[in-house]
């Protein structure tokens, strides 16, 4: 099972949606479906399924459909489920507050090791066991231990800043809260959750 070379993005972005479907499935005590019966679930076509698993290898039989509980693992190992990841999340507002406290991070490997901010009131505070640190502190926390990801949750004027410094620090991933587009070299992957992009998609559908 080899990645093949120019998978899409949108394909990409349907992989976690597959990863969680068939979790549930797994949950449920399923152990087949076929292409059909998993697009009705999602609202995906047949062919677009199997279009979709086709970029990553050769998935389930004709007749048979697919090994539920094994697909599901596969998915994992091509989304890097498994593997540790450690994150540094910058911001402890709301947003902040709300990412730090779901518990399901540590299901795909994700562990926040450090909270920063800059307000003096928060600094010393704990969430889930997360010590809130002086956001001055980044830089050298960052030289002293080896971090995969920034969590980024800051107020718009400061993201570019703290994306520099989390990029110099060595931080190959950026999960990005502010609603800004962050400028970082190729080697660093951002994923942007625009919470009021998302808002306007939802109210154009309702308003189409």
């Not at 090791?113 to 956001?135: C, H, Q, S, Y």
């Not at 060595?170 to 919470?195: M, Q, R, S």
Request: charged content about 25%; overall charge neutral.
């Amino acid at each position: 099972m080899e990645k093949k070379k120019n998978v899409s993005m949108a394909v990409i972005k349907r992989m976690p949606k597959y990863y969680r479907y068939l979790g549930e499935l797994v949950k449920n005590d399923v152990d087949r479906i076929s292409s059909k019966e998993l697009g009705e679930k999602i609202g995906f076509t047949a062919s677009q399924i199997r279009q979709d698993l086709n970029n990553f290898g050769d998935f389930g039989q004709q007749g048979y459909g697919y090994n539920v509980k094994e697909l599901h693992n596969q998915i994992g190992t091509i989304l890097g489920v498994g593997k540790e990841y450690n994150a540094v999340l910058i911001g402890a507002g709301n947003i902040g507050q709300a990412i730090a406290n779901y518990s399901r991070f540590t299901d795909i490997g994700l562990g926040i090791t450090a909270i920063f901010d800059a307000n003096p009131k928060l600094v010393g505070m704990r969430i889930r066991d997360v010590e809130i640190k002086d956001i001055d502190e980044l830089k050298e926390y960052l030289e002293e231990n080896t971090i995969d990801m920034g969590i980024l949750c800051v107020p718009r004027i400061n993201a570019q800043k703290v994306c520099d410094v989390l990029v110099n620090g060595g931080v190959k991933g950026i999960w990005n809260f502010a609603p800004i587009d962050l400028h970082v070299p190729e080697t660093v992957k951002v994923e942007n959750v625009h919470l009021s992009e998302s808002l306007l998609t939802l109210v154009y559908q309702m308003n189409k």
